[in-house]
């Protein structure tokens, strides 16, 4: 993974039951649970301004945490589940799982689009698409990509980006069994307009309107 692992603050949570996460998020905290890795489960809570900070900047369940309790070793961990309120949709307990730095995991990892200004198909007005601005892959807990980067080099209108015609990080595999779509350069609206007018234009000849037309006199 590049770049560090960010830090994730917790603390020991006392107690277990609906009547401790409560008086959890009566104290300006959210209750959560941390599992796996062949401990015990270890009730935490984390301060809930800076829990939704994080959540709210993104990736959250697709980044991997160095969990910090005081007392307790620092572990790896991966968001498993943030549950919220379905009123207010705001956290309300979340579930993180330890994890060993050879753990494989299925993780979605963003797809950045460079050299646009490369692209002759772009600079002829064309649109790149988007159809996975997200790509599922899986990896190893303590090599998690950043990104998948697509370079739109060279691309014209109507090219396609599918996942085999791109360089997935190293030790990273799409976790669909298929060649499928990632994005594509499309014709501007205007010019598929035309194209189309111009289609059915075509379908009926000035001259074969004059030939129905001298049928029907005849008749």
């Not at 050879?102 to 007005?125: M, Y």
């Not at 090599?143 to 090219?159: A, H, Q, R, S, Y």
């Not at 994005?183 to 205007?190: I, R, W």
């Amino acid at each position: 993974m590049a770049g560090e692992i960010p830090d994730l603050v917790a603390l020991e949570r006392t107690g277990t039951g609906k009547g401790a996460a409560r008086q959890a998020r009566r104290d300006g905290m959210v209750p959560g649970i941390v599992f796996g890795g062949d401990k015990d489960p270890l009730p935490i809570q984390i301060p809930f301004n800076e829990l939704f900070k994080r959540l709210k900047a993104g990736r959250f369940k697709s980044t991997l945490w160095n969990l910090k309790v005081d007392g307790h070793e620092d572990v790896r961990v991966i968001c498993r589940d943030v549950q919220r309120d379905v009123v207010k949709d705001l956290p309300t307990h979340l579930d993180l799982m330890r994890l060993r730095r050879t753990t494989k995991i299925a993780l979605f990892i963003p797809v950045e689009f460079i050299n646009e200004e490369a692209a002759p198909g772009i600079k002829k007005g064309g649109v790149l698409t988007v159809v996975r601005p997200e790509v599922e892959l899986l990896c190893t807990a303590g090599d998690i990509p950043e990104k998948i980067t697509v370079d739109l080099t060279g691309m014209e209108i109507n090219d396609v980006v599918t996942i085999s015609s791109v360089d997935l990080p190293e030790g990273t595999k799409p976790t669909i069994d298929r060649d499928f779509v990632i994005a594509n350069v499309s014709a501007p609206t205007g010019l598929a307009t035309s194209d189309e007018e111009e289609g059915e234009e075509a379908e009926v000849a000035p001259d074969e309107v004059e030939v129905v037309g001298q049928e029907e006199a005849e008749e």
